[in-house]
């Protein structure tokens, strides 16, 4: 089923924006069009689908939007950002749903002040702004009812997520003034709304940071606690290796072997342990050309590498949405091709990968694998970011069976055909 | 808008996509929808050559270099020659034309000219040539040529 992220009035984004997430989604553009914003709101998105409306959501490493005054896109200098922004799932199929949100400036913070659930003809909205008493609106082939609604006398719109809402509460939502707006049937549908926007955004969002920590020559077995730099993929990879059960260290280790061999970075990754001990330090070893050289002595691509490849292969049993920024730093162009097919062949039903990117090499080798059958067409979403004078605008791209762009916006490259044309002088 | 779409044999690539002209600007400028139609045979002729090859990569990123299903392509160069109408050897081209729906050519050889003109092998619409790459953009802005067989 495709998933389209809506939203509007965030950062560079002051109009209205559709976006198709699918099994791999590629963001492509200049710096500065939004791409990182893109991807905080996919996990955004997760957390709207998955009952957990708190502030912070706008500030998790490794994206830190700021304040509402930094979210909320500026009008103009003099007249300050705009009163609220959204944020919406839609599913599309049969009978297309959506849950939006909308965000107002509490305390200097965005809070959500309304929700509103569409289900084929069928809506429902709660709102609750600074001095108006909570109210809910229904709407339903023709009937609509708009009435004072407060359930929850302490609590606010972001602590009484939709879900709450279907058909459970239908009889204090009917007494309170929605009587005779839905039918039994209608609730069941609100109530399956719900429910597939919360499976569809079941994926678990999990974010790397566009630059990876640096390689240490010897690390102390201390924590694993997943960073966003990958600071922790040593001690991972020390544990995985140091685990009695070693299929998974096998497998990850077997997977890693053949990404290094055909993209030339690496013939092998081994654990160097420095004493008998779990608790001795390690040292992380990359066999090269029949050689064993220390992490901190390769190419600093295998360090940047890693991080990709070990959460990628040690999370394959999870649902999970990756949300990756610029996976292809400090990469030779086979390297960033070849991690395209690495994405590619990682891709199941369980997961998603959104990949914020300024490599051709690697949207051309996902290109290349949806032409190899590897990956069908509506596998991939390519979002193009333009920058315009109002703000940016996203244009999903599509592809065919040949991987070829079927639907390119006039402006999609023009700097590198100019740079062509400048380049053969003509 | 509807595409527009150009075949360009290998013969006059250079001429038609290297060489400073109103085609090379129209391929590459933000105006229309302006489609490079290659595949099969003459795409590998067009790419022997390593300035064009370079040229066809970057069009293909940018959604400007349109392709053609290959068995579709095999099948009706099959019929083209079983059918014994065409004068030139070129039938990978008009093949190409026929199941892409392009009706614009750039060509330097007179007989593949004439088979493209030939309204029992090109039709509805018919066929046309360019030679002179300096005099033909404006004219391909304002003809949509392609999807029409696709």
């Known amino acids: 089923m495709a998933v389209h992220l809506q939203f509007e009035g965030i950062r560079c984004f002051a109009e209205p924006q559709d976006a198709v997430i699918r099994p791999i989604t590629l963001l492509v553009g200049e710096n500065s069009s939004g791409k990182t914003t893109f991807l905080a709101l996919c996990r955004i998105a997760y957390a ?29 200098a003099r007249k300050g950002p705009v009163e609220s922004f959204s944020v919406a799932i839609l599913l599309g199929g049969a009978v297309p749903s959506s849950l939006r949100y909308e965000y107002a400036s509490r305390v200097g913070q965005p809070t959500p002040r309304a929700w509103r659930l569409e289900v084929g003809g069928l809506a429902i909205q709660h709102t609750e702004q600074d001095g108006v008493p909570p109210s809910v609106l229904m709407r339903s082939s023709g009937r609509e009812a708009r009435f004072p609604f407060a359930p929850f006398a302490d609590g606010a719109t972001q602590d009484h997520p939709p879900a709450l809402w279907g058909s459970l509460m239908a009889p204090e939502i009917e007494a309170a003034g929605g009587a005779g707006v839905f039918t039994q049937s209608d609730w069941e549908s609100v109530d399956q709304a719900l429910r597939s926007i919360q499976q569809e955004l079941r994926r678990r969002p999990y974010a790397i940071a566009p630059i990876r920590t640096s390689p240490l020559r010897t690390y102390d077995p201390i924590s694993a606690a997943p960073s966003p730099e990958g600071s922790h993929i040593p001690m991972v990879l020390a544990s995985l290796s140091r685990s009695a059960h070693q299929e998974q260290w096998n497998s990850v280790r077997s997977d890693l072997r053949e990404f290094g061999s055909k993209s030339g970075l690496f013939d092998e990754i081994e654990i160097v342990n420095k004493g008998k001990k779990d608790s001795d330090p390690f040292q992380v070893g990359v066999k090269s050309g029949g050689r064993m050289f220390n992490l901190i002595d390769v190419g600093y691509g295998v360090s940047q590498a890693l991080p990709i490849l070990v959460e990628t292969l040690q999370r394959a049993s999870q649902f999970e949405t990756f949300l990756i920024q610029q996976p292809e730093v400090h990469l030779h162009p086979k390297a960033q091709a070849e991690l395209g ?19 051709d090499y690697l949207v051309d080798r996902i290109r290349m694998e949806v032409r190899r059958r590897l990956l069908e067409p509506e596998d991939v979403s390519l979002l193009y ?21 079927t639907n390119p916006p006039p402006g999609f490259r023009q700097f590198f055909l100019k740079e062509e ?3 053969l002088g003509v | 808008m509807s595409d527009v779409c150009l075949i360009v044999d290998a013969n006059v690539a250079h001429k038609f996509l290297l060489q400073s002209s109103a085609i090379t600007q129209w391929l590459s400028r933000p105006l229309g929808n302006p489609r ?47 059918a ?7 039938t990978h081209i ?19 000219a004439t088979d493209f003109k030939n309204k029992q092998i090109i039709d509805q619409p018919r066929g046309r040539i360019y030679r002179d790459p300096t005099k033909h953009a404006h004219l391909l802005r304002h003809t949509p040529s392609c999807g029409i067989a696709r």
């Open chain 2, 84 to 90: 014994a109408v065409c004068l030139s050897n070129d």
């Open chain 2, 36 to 82: 490079l139609v290659a595949a099969g045979k003459l795409l590998r002729e067009l790419a022997a050559n390593d300035e064009v090859r370079k040229k066809l990569v970057e069009l293909e990123r940018a959604g400007r270099l349109r392709s053609a299903d290959a068995e579709r392509l095999h099948r009706e160069e099959r019929r083209l020659r079983a």
């Open chain 1, 385 to 405: 970011f333009e920058r315009g004078k109002s703000g940016t605008t996203i244009h999903n791209l599509e592809l065919d069976r040949n991987g070829t762009i």
């Open chain 1, 341 to 359: 097919s690495f994405f590619a062949n990682q891709t199941d039903p369980k997961r998603r990968f959104v990949i914020e990117t300024h490599s």
């Open chain 1, 48 to 76: 709207i689908a998955n009952r957990m409306q708190t502030v912070p959501l706008f500030n998790e490493a490794p994206f830190f939007l700021g304040a509402y005054e930094q979210i909320a896109t500026r009008r103009s």
């Open chain 2, 94 to 112: 008009l093949a190409l034309a026929i199941v892409s729906g392009t009706r614009t050519l750039a060509t330097n050889d007179n007989t593949l």
């Open chain 1, 421 to 423: 044309l400048d380049l």
